[in-house]
């Protein structure tokens, strides 16, 4: 089940109920520019609810297993990731812009990265990264259907985080016995640079 409290009304409304199918919520992020609320699900479902006009658009097909990260740019593409191990582009009123793009396990902390060389009214539309298996980044241009994939030794530990304001940077976090390790990959040809930090990790 999905609801929203109004802070304005002080009131609930529920959007709608996915326990009547059996199925349960396990995704939820609201669009970056549009008041449009996407949800997920254990069975694969996409839903769309759109705030002004309080109506919701279910959409099937575009998962097949349970989704578990997503993201939106400001142009109003959502990128969702799910445990069939595919990426799925969308676009707000719930089309499909890009499907089966197909990675080496469930793709999390998905997130849109600009390049330098793209033209500003594109940068934001080409290029995903995410995180696979907690030992790799793939960086998939979704334009041409291209992935490159950067591999952490098993020394970085597992991966529990990343951040990629744009495909010439990365930055990193693990956990290495109960520290926090961070990365800062400069991307050109392959890898080029890396320069780690290790820090103490606060915390029970």
């Known amino acids: 089940m999905v609801t929203l409290w109004n802070i304005?009304?002080?009131?609930?409304?529920?959007?709608?109920?996915t326990q009547t199918s059996g199925d349960h919520v396990s995704f939820i992020k609201w669009s970056r520019t549009m008041p449009v609320l996407v949800f997920g699900t254990e069975?694969?479902?996409?839903?769309?609810?759109?705030?002004?006009?309080?109506?919701?658009?279910?959409?099937?097909?575009?998962?097949?297993?349970?989704?578990?990260?997503g993201d939106w740019n400001n142009d109003g593409?959502?990128?969702?990731?799910?445990?069939?191990?595919?990426?799925?582009?969308?676009?707000?009123?719930?089309?499909?812009?890009r499907q089966a793009i197909s990675l080496k396990g469930p793709p999390v902390n998905l997130c849109w990265a600009r390049q330098k060389t793209?033209?500003?009214d594109v940068e934001e539309l080409r290029h995903v990264t995410a995180m696979?298996?907690?030992?790799?980044?793939?960086?998939v241009d979704i334009q041409h259907n291209k992935i490159n994939e950067?591999?952490?030794?098993?020394?970085?530990?597992?991966?529990?985080?990343?951040?990629?304001?744009m495909l010439s940077l990365f930055l990193v976090v693990s956990m290495v016995r109960r520290r926090l390790h961070c990365?800062?990959?400069l991307q050109g040809r392959g890898v080029r640079h890396q320069h780690p930090h290790e820090g103490d990790c606060q915390g029970n």
């Open 183 to 185: 990365g800062r990959i």
């Open 150 to 165: 950067i591999n952490f030794q098993p020394s970085y530990g597992q991966i529990t985080v990343h951040f990629s304001p």
């Open 118 to 120: 793209d033209e500003r």
């Open 43 to 69: 069975k694969g479902l996409l839903t769309f609810y759109y705030k002004k006009k309080l109506n919701v658009i279910p959409c099937v097909g575009k998962h097949s297993k349970r989704v578990i990260s």
């Open 132 to 139: 696979v298996k907690g030992q790799i980044i793939a960086l």
């Open 8 to 17: 304005v009304t002080k009131c609930y409304t529920e959007v709608v109920n």
């Open 77 to 97: 593409l959502l990128v969702t990731g799910a445990e069939d191990n595919m990426l799925v582009i969308s676009r707000a009123n719930g089309d499909t812009l």
